[in-house]
């Protein structure tokens, strides 16, 4: 998987608590992701990353939120987790931006909101 | 705005036999397209990506995938299946100034029997 680790794998929380996941990456690669993925919408976009202390929002960025304060590191924060929420989150990478780019993804968190 | 569709959940097909998972895209200007491959639990993985030049694009573990401007698609092929193959097959597209934003198509489950 690229050099790229999620944690947690696994998490259950309830309506209402902050959730963070966790991307790590050893490639040094300057652009970060975050996805979820959900049963016939294949991945959609939550934020994304093209330096520290920069990010950008994608498609499906409400009730979201992100931090990049080092190379390595990208955090999504669920500030009040819902049920609608529910779902498999993937971090992806890439070395450089621009449309030929090609991304590569962590193993995923499942995140279950009860 | 760009979109991608997989026609079918679902594809069955037997080993050794020859399979298509088919993709088809929408875009304003040239697209960018690519295929990943996920297996059970685990991230996705890049297998190929068209970009400019000659139609039909090779790609890791022996598939290819043919581009078609006219009809605007991007089918995924493989000459010979094997069991090892069953999978979820995602395309994804990317238009030249859309920035970072990958879209995905729903995904197709390939089911290859012995």
């Known amino acids: 998987d690229a050099g790229i680790t999620q944690s947690p794998r696994h998490k259950v929380t309830e309506t209402g608590t902050p959730v963070t996941l966790r991307c790590h990456q050893t490639e040094n690669h300057r652009y970060m992701y975050w996805y979820r993925q959900d049963p016939g919408h294949g991945l959609r976009l939550i934020h994304y990353s093209y330096g520290v202390k920069d990010t950008d929002k994608g498609e499906v960025s409400d009730g979201y939120s992100v931090s990049r304060s080092k190379t390595e590191d990208f955090l999504l924060t669920l500030e009040s987790a819902t049920s609608s929420q529910t779902s498999v989150y993937f971090c992806?990478?890439?070395?450089?931006?621009?449309?030929?780019?090609?991304?590569?993804f962590g193993p995923g968190t499942r995140l279950l909101v009860l | 705005a760009q979109s991608v569709a997989q026609p079918e959940d679902q594809v069955n097909v037997a080993e050794g036999n020859p399979l298509t998972v088919k993709c088809t895209y929408s875009?304003?200007?040239?697209?960018?397209l690519f295929w990943y491959v996920q297996y059970p639990n685990r991230g996705l993985q890049f297998l190929l990506k068209?970009?400019?030049?000659?139609?039909l694009v090779k790609g890791s573990y022996g598939f290819e995938a043919e581009f078609n401007k006219s009809q605007t698609s991007f089918h995924l092929k493989k000459p010979s299946a094997l069991v090892s193959d069953s999978a979820l097959y995602f395309c994804?597209?990317?238009?030249?100034?859309?920035?970072?934003?990958?879209?995905f198509g729903g995904g197709t489950r390939l089911m290859v029997k012995p």
């Open positions: 068209y970009i400019t030049g000659d139609n």
């Open positions: 992806a990478i890439s070395d450089r931006g621009g449309p030929e780019e090609t991304q590569y």
């Open positions: 994804a597209v990317r238009e030249n100034n859309a920035g970072n934003m990958l879209t």
């Open positions: 875009v304003s200007g040239n697209p960018y």
